[in-house]
């Protein structure tokens, strides 16, 4: 084949790609507005407002300020398996610091506590980072060890991982609010959002800023795309991939704040296999293993899929065992046609 023809195949089979990869979106769109529908002709209670905003999509923007985070990882080509200790971890982080402060008032204790579990979350963000960007271990064994090491510190500092409880002045008034809180829309009282809907609007939102709109995310899909070619482009590769993990831990912080007030406690033991949700919500969504492409709203995509098909499982009473078969189905199917295309791709590259 000459080289022209070649370069006119590999245009071709890209085209064909993209076009793919449109596709998978709007089927994952189109397959949850049918469940939406199919929802709303068989249960009554599924499009009221309760259901969908309080209860469907509060569970979901808690879930999503992490995927967001996961996000700029796997664009970047890394893995992260250890977002549900890092949550584990701050949430205990954000209990511990709330009862020495609290005898100083809400608007003293919750501030400190809130900014001391944003660093803590970035340190351990940062950490992955370090391990996977400059010392050069795997990001599946970095993070698979991290998952341990992290609850385990978590566990220590709980005295074995015994449940810890927020002040009770602050746990039935002010900090219970970052969950429970509402906001009404449109001046009506029977239409409101909860605040971690809002949370997870500006982190969206943020997240998509500098994931298109600054050079930095121009940074976070080179690396993915083509490690080396990146490098000899001038970018620091490990500086921005380092970053990416530390983005990851600080929305795993912002979620542990908003987790730990639900109930006013928390346990080193909480959030396990939150990272597998999470995961299943980027990838779900379109973006694929390996990185070089995706994006936040591929993300939303596959998170809102997710958070339907749990809803629904919800309102249909279907057992927990039967969920988490699933939810592990839907995630084969999509990784599996993934690693398909990318075979694919791999061999007409060739």
Sequence with gaps: MSPDNRRSAIGNWQSRL?????????????????????????????????????????KASCLGIIACGMTFVMIAGGFDLSVGSTTAACSVVTVLMLQPLAPHGAWVAIPLAILATLLVGILLGSANGALISYVGVNPFVVTLSTMFVFRGLAMI?????????????????????IYWGQVNLFGSPTHQATIPILVFLAVFLVSVYLLRFTRFG?????????????????????????????????TCAISAIIFSSITGTTQAASHEGLELIVIASVIVGG???????????????????????ENLMGQFRVDEKYRKIVQGF??????????????T???QRR
Excluded at 26 to 50: D, E, G, I, N, R
Excluded at 330 to 343: E, K, M, P
């Design 218 to 250: 121009h940074y976070v899909y080179a690396v993915g795309g083509n490690e080396n070619a990146a490098w000899l482009a001038g970018i620091n590769t490990s500086l921005v991939k380092a970053a990416t993990y530390a983005i990851c831990g600080l």
């Design 18 to 58: 993209l076009s793919f990869r449109v596709i998978q979106s709007a089927s994952v769109f189109l397959l949850m507005l049918a469940l939406c529908v199919y929802a709303a002709a068989t249960k009554p209670t599924f499009l009221t407002w309760q259901n969908l905003v309080i209860n469907l999509l509060t």
């Design 330 to 343: 839907i995630i084969l199917v999509v990784v599996a046609v993934d690693g398909f295309v990318r075979r």
């Design 345 to 347: 791709r791999a061999r």
């Design 287 to 309: 973006t694929p293993l390996g990185g070089g492409s995706g994006s936040l709203f591929l993300t939303l995509n596959g998170l809102l899929l997710l958070s339907v098909i």
């Design 157 to 177: 500092i709980t005295s074995g991982g015994l449940s810890i409880q927020v002040p009770v002045a602050l746990k039935e008034g002010a900090f219970r609010k």
